[in-house]
Nanobody, 123 residues
């Protein structure tokens, strides 16, 4: 089992920045590819970003490219999502997820999920 706990969400004005963190425990963190997903009110959960085990590969959904940066610190068992130039449409609950079986943007490929952290961007 892997336990994931997100933090760092909050209320920010458009154009501002937030840094989300996801702390992992329970298994060897570097065995897992990590992803960030988000779910806006009334919408399905969607892929945001992913990072491979040793940070060699990253991937982003088009709407956040150039604004969001995913990173990880395996020594701290933590994955981050730096979000800059935030827009109201970025408002959502953000989830981190872990998989040791796939390199995929599909949520079905992730075995473990955090409880989510709310990000609200005001206009």
């Amino acid at each position: 089992q892997v336990q994931l706990v997100e933090s760092g969400g909050g209320l920010v004005q458009a154009g501002g920045s937030l840094r989300l963190s996801c702390a992992a425990s329970g298994r060897t963190f570097s065995n897992y590819n990590m992803g960030w997903f988000r779910q806006a009110p009334g919408k399905e959960r969607e892929f945001v970003a992913r990072i491979s085990r040793y940070s060699l590969n990253t991937d982003y959904t088009n709407s956040v490219k150039g604004r969001f940066t995913i990173s990880r610190d395996n020594a701290k068992n933590t994955v981050y999502l730096q979000m800059d130039s935030l827009k109201p449409e970025d408002t959502a609950v953000y989830y981190c997820a872990a998989t040791n079986t796939a390199w995929t943007p599909r949520e079905q490929g992730y075995e473990y999920w955090g409880q989510g952290t709310q990000v609200t961007v005001s206009s």
